[in-house]
């Protein structure tokens, strides 16, 4: 890449740099940093929240019987954690934060194709986010019915579902909204020379995302909207007494419900394929299979939705034929986990902790697949449905898989926003806790899930206490992992001693400018882009 | 992008019809339980298609097809310089969304006077297919409908903007993505129509 | 402005266009009054495609557009298409 240096006019970058006076930098903002770290922000306080409520779940789960929350609080609790950690942390997660934050940078970009749409979106994220929380308080009190909202239970409990529908339509606006202006922006304002073979994985990963944001999110949209009419006007079109069908939400609800699994996770492999071949120093292998198998997943994702339905009742023949298209998903996954192991295989590694986070994607990812297979097998699905091999599975693959992935985004790429570095060991050590606790946690539910322990209970057979009071110790270590990464990230970019551009040695367009970057990312001159964004050698790296 | 002012007509425009896709998809999934419940109720979906009136359904489509064309010759207009032409072909388009609407609210209060609405006895009396037909009649047409004041509204805005200027015949994208969206509004009607109000005569 | 200057269509290209979708509008209506079992349908949804292929066409200027904006309502046709049609393999069989 030519010479896209520019003398910054500060040292903070585009944080010195806001057009509006005080807290409205931030508000009215249409840069696309700033955007990704409102995003940002928000995102980790939704985890927090999240994660909070997924420990005290399993605090009342220590032991059988009631022990801290009746049964009533405990639907409510699980529904919540459901909804937030879903709606709020994990599809936004990743491509609204380091999308925004990283994407235009990484084309040569100097902002969105549609800069106010972009920071629109962000308020409808808000104002999704605050009527979620605010469905808690109102009405009829908190929803319990599962962030799936199944009909009939959804249409007749006396929660207060129809808000939280009215939220989720908004939230997956947002999400819309999103998606079209990354393929747009994708599309259209790559830099001179940013051909599509040399676009970043991240970012071809966010392209393959946004157009299942595009096109699997309005379903959501109109399936929340018939729940609410159903609720508020009694258009019963899943009623049975009404000649409706319950197991056609069910269809609605997964034909974005699952595409939007891999919302989740295609980012994730997106950050992994961009942290590798840098920790590596050597090229990305197969990239193009990569970029293959991401679009082949965006694919292949939206025809096996019904697999989350095998004992709703559907047909035999429906049962066959998803079962059987499922297994398709699994093999451009499988092509990616070997792309990766590929390109460590034989390259100078440095074990530095976005690398170490990266190959906890893998490991963890790899085993949460794995299971998923054992769930796309209808046969073996039917034995282990709505068990906590279930909830063991997704998130191995959710929190193991986006939630590494997420981490490893922030350790590689926060150094570059803020332009100041973390305690590398503390990370290190941090990390590694994590990892334990988080094999302690999951593979105990997984066990107890075989053993035939069903999820959404507050309560189970005292046969179950001992890995359930397992569980509950590594979700412990867990936490104690999370306190001390975060503490140390956010001491790391606050007070942490300053990088230079290119902390890691990364070939791609983001680390050829300053850290923090300047607003308008690069100078006076649009970058002009000569090599692939894994050429170490032509990029003076090697 | 400061420095060099410069609008991105095709990023615009494609911006605009990957919405329109969500749209689609947004409709689609009503064509999707259309289509199951029509497989699973053939016959309750004639007898209660023939509830529907298709004077009302026709008229309805010759209103929004001839507001389509005024739109698609508005643009042409603005781009040959004819403002006025334009924006009197645009307010046309406005008072066919009125009739539309106008005609639609005749369309209900005569089913709803007939006892035909979401929850009512005469309803709970029904097949449970003519049931399913009605509630689906109810939610597509009223989306729909929401969908023509929206499309309305687009219009009226473009129509200001035009007023003063900010679209004119050298920068006349925003009248170029209105008129998209209104023609999906055409666009879903075309399909509404022959669903629910030529099923099997 | 715009480095490709966008075709601009005629008014007579519009009427024409026009008139085609109203005579094709009456057609679905006449061909509704004859029973043709469940080919009714198929006739329907064929002539309602085909007048919404003139708006999208002619309206909407999709022929003058590039191959990405035709590709990608491809795309979004045929995935709203395997929403559809995947549902099938439950309801035809149940």
Request: hydrophobic fraction near 55%; aromatic fraction near 16%; charged fraction near 10%.
């Amino acid at each position: 890449m030519s010479d896209v240096r520019t003398t910054p006019t500060s040292d903070r970058g585009f944080f010195d740099e806001g057009q509006y006076p005080g807290i409205f930098a931030w508000l009215l903002s249409t840069d696309h940093k700033r955007i990704g770290l409102l995003y940002f922000w928000c995102i980790i306080a939704f985890f927090c929240v999240g994660a909070t409520l997924g420990l005290l779940l399993r605090l009342e789960l220590f032991a059988p019987g009631e022990t801290i929350m009746s049964a009533q609080t405990y639907n409510a609790t699980f529904t919540l954690h459901g909804v937030i950690m879903i709606f709020l942390f994990i599809i936004p997660g990743i491509p609204a934060a380091f999308g925004n934050l990283i994407m235009p940078i990484q084309i040569g970009a100097r902002d969105v194709a549609f800069p106010k749409l972009n920071l629109f979106s962000w308020y409808l994220y808000i104002t999704g986010a605050i009527l979620a929380v605010t469905s808690l308080f109102t009405g009829g009190g908190p929803p319990d019915t599962g962030w799936t909202f199944y009909v009939p239970f959804s249409a007749q409990t006396s929660t207060n579902v129809s808000l939280a529908a009215v939220a989720v339509f908004i939230l997956g606006f947002s999400s819309i909204l999103t998606g079209l202006n990354f393929v747009t922006t994708i599309h259209r304002l790559r830099t001179e020379g940013m051909t599509w073979m040399r676009i970043p994985l991240f970012t071809w990963s966010l392209y393959a995302t946004a157009w299942i944001q595009i096109l699997a999110t309005p379903v959501i949209g109109i399936t929340v909207a018939l729940l609410f009419a159903e609720r508020v006007i009694g258009t019963g079109l899943f009623d049975p007494a009404q000649g409706g069908d319950p197991i056609m939400f069910q269809h609605l609800f997964w034909i974005y419900s699952h595409p939007a699994v891999y919302i989740m996770i295609l980012p994730g492999m997106g950050v992994v394929s961009d942290i590798i071949p840098v920790f590596s120093r050597k090229p990305c292998f197969g990239y193009k299979a990569i970029v293959v198998s991401s679009l082949a997943i965006a694919f292949a994702g939206s025809l096996v939705w019904a697999h989350h339905m095998y004992t709703s009742g559907m047909s035999d023949m429906a049962v066959l034929v998803f079962s059987f298209l499922t297994f398709i998903v699994a093999i451009p996954s499988a092509i990616k986990v070997f792309n990766w192991l590929a390109t460590l295989y034989e390259g100078s590694i440095l074990l530095d902790p976005p690398l170490l986070y990266a190959l906890s994607f893998i490991l963890l990812f790899t085993i949460g697949g794995l299971t998923g297979l054992v769930l796309g097998a209808a046969a073996a699905d039917v034995h282990v449905h709505d068990t906590y091999f279930v909830v063991g599975h997704f998130h191995f693959v959710m929190f193991g898989g986006t939630g590494m992935a997420f981490f490893a985004a922030m350790h590689y790429w926060l150094p570059k926003i803020y332009g100041r570095m973390y305690d590398k060991t503390i990370a290190t050590v941090a990390w590694a806790i994590m990892v334990i606790g988080f094999l302690i946690l999951y593979i105990s539910m997984k066990i107890v899930g075989m053993q035939g322990m069903p999820r959404r209970y507050y309560d189970y057979v005292p046969e179950f206490t001992s890995l359930n009071q397992l569980a509950t110790v590594g979700s412990w270590i867990l936490a104690v992992g999370l306190v001390l990464m975060f503490a140390n990230i956010f001491r790391g970019i606050f007070k942490g001693d300053p990088v230079g551009d290119n902390p890691w040695g990364g070939a791609s367009l983001e680390w050829q400018i300053p850290s923090p970057p300047p607003m308008e990312n690069f100078g006076e001159e649009d970058p002009v882009v000569t090599h692939g964004p894994y050429d170490f050698t032509k990029a003076g790296i090697l | 992008m400061s420095g060099h002012v410069h609008k991105d007509y095709t990023g615009a425009k494609f911006g605009m019809w990957l919405f329109l896709f969500t749209e689609v998809l947004l409709f689609g999934g009503l064509f999707l339980l259309y289509a199951v419940y029509l497989a699973r109720y053939p016959q309750e979906f004639i007898s209660a298609g023939k509830e529907l009136n298709v004077w009302f359904g026709g008229g309805n489509t010759m209103v929004l097809l001839t507001s389509s064309l005024f739109v698609a010759i508005s643009i042409t207009a603005l781009r040959r310089g004819a403002k006025t032409l334009c924006l009197r072909l645009l307010g046309s388009t406005i008072v066919c969304a009125a009739i539309f609407m106008v005609n639609k609210y005749f369309e209900w209060s005569a089913k709803i006077s007939h006892g035909i609405y979401p929850g009512s006895d005469h309803m709970k009396e029904m097949q449970p297919g003519e049931m399913v037909f009605f509630n689906l009649y109810y939610l597509t047409t009223g989306l729909h409908g929401l969908h023509v004041i929206i499309g309305a509204l687009v219009i009226a805005w473009a129509m200001i903007l035009i007023k003063k200027d900010r679209v004119n015949a050298d920068d006349w994208v925003i009248l170029e993505n209105a008129g998209l969206y209104w023609h999906l509004v055409d666009l879903i009607w075309i399909f509404v129509f022959p669903l629910y109000y030529l099923i099997l005569h | 402005m715009s480095e490709e200057h966008a075709h601009i269509v005629q008014y007579k290209t519009f009427a024409i266009v026009w008139i085609g979708l109203l005579i094709l509008t009456g057609l679905t209506v006449a061909v509704a009054q004859y029973n043709l079992g469940a080919m009714n349908i198929w006739v329907a949804l064929g002539i309602a495609t085909l007048k919404s292929g003139l708006v999208i066409a002619f309206f909407m200027h999709m022929k003058y557009e590039s191959r990405l904006f035709q590709l990608s309502l491809f795309a979004a046709l045929a995935i709203l298409a395997i929403f559809i049609g995947l549902n099938f393999f439950d309801v035809l069989y149940r």
